[in-house]
């Protein structure tokens, strides 16, 4: 069975600063992965996805994740911090099977704070 | 990208009446769409996979009967919460599989329905 581990509940940053936000996977099959952004009440973006070929992978807002398959990792990057990315962030996991089974599965959440 | 739009956004109901929440691919069709729970701070826990055309696979501990899923299209899938009480209040989430085309296999989401429970 695969699994999502995102280490850090909340990560905070300066205005300006780096956004690093982990994730890391496992998984027996080549996984498909992606992340996602929650702002409050609302439902789920699509910030960039992985499926195959280029391992660096470019989103919205500036966003950009790297699939490293050594590390079963998939951390999120921006160079430079936004007050607007403030926001909940979720990775996950999706393994298509044959006869077309469907395993999804998310990680626990990384809270991002941008400070002025 | 694909669009999933629910309905309602914001519904507030007394103990003991049903609501039903509606998850709609607007310009797609999704054989597969999934109904998801997400408490305060936390990360979304999958409540049932919704099936056109047949029953919905709930997760363990998720009660059917309390939950009810009805996939009746390609572009409807529909969680009525039954008898509902304070501790359903939540804040519930749909989504849908693309299956074909560029984008298959991602998963578009809905912008989720908050249910308070009077």
């Known amino acids: 069975a695969q699994s999502v581990t995102q280490l850090g509940s909340h990560v905070s940053v300066s205005e300006g600063a780096l956004v690093l936000l982990r994730c890391n996977y496992s998984?027996?099959?080549?996984?498909?992965l992606f992340w996602y952004v929650q702002y409050p009440n609302q439902g789920l973006q699509l910030l960039l996805k992985?499926?195959?070929?280029?391992?660096l992978v470019k989103g919205i807002n500036g966003f950009e994740a790297e699939f490293k398959k050594s590390e079963t990792s998939f951390h999120l990057t921006k160079p430079s911090a936004h007050m607007s990315d403030a926001a909940e962030y979720f990775c996950?996991?999706?393994?298509?099977?044959?006869?077309?089974?469907?395993?999804?599965?998310f990680g626990k959440g990384t809270k991002l704070s941008v400070i002025p | 990208g694909a669009v999933v739009s629910q309905h309602p956004s914001w519904v507030i109901c007394k103990s003991g009446t049903s609501v039903k929440i509606e998850c709609r691919s607007l310009?797609?069709?999704?054989?597969?769409m999934f109904w998801y729970r997400q408490f305060p701070k936390q990360s979304l826990m999958l409540m049932a996979t919704?099936?056109?055309?047949?029953?919905?696979?709930?997760e363990q501990g998720v009660e059917k009967d309390k939950f009810l899923i009805n996939h009746a299209s390609l572009t409807l899938s529909t969680l009525t919460v039954t008898s509902a009480h304070p501790e359903d209040s939540s804040f519930y989430i749909c989504?849908?599989?693309?299956?074909?085309?560029?984008?298959?296999?991602?998963?578009?989401f809905g912008e989720g329905s908050r249910l308070t429970v009077l």
């Open positions: 996950a996991v999706i393994i298509l099977g044959g006869a077309g089974s469907y395993q999804l599965t």
């Open positions: 992985y499926t195959t070929g280029a391992t």
């Open positions: 998984s027996s099959v080549p996984p498909y």
């Open positions: 989504s849908a599989r693309v299956p074909s085309g560029p984008n298959t296999g991602e998963l578009f």
């Open positions: 919704s099936n056109e055309g047949s029953k919905a696979t709930y």
């Open positions: 310009d797609f069709q999704a054989t597969t």
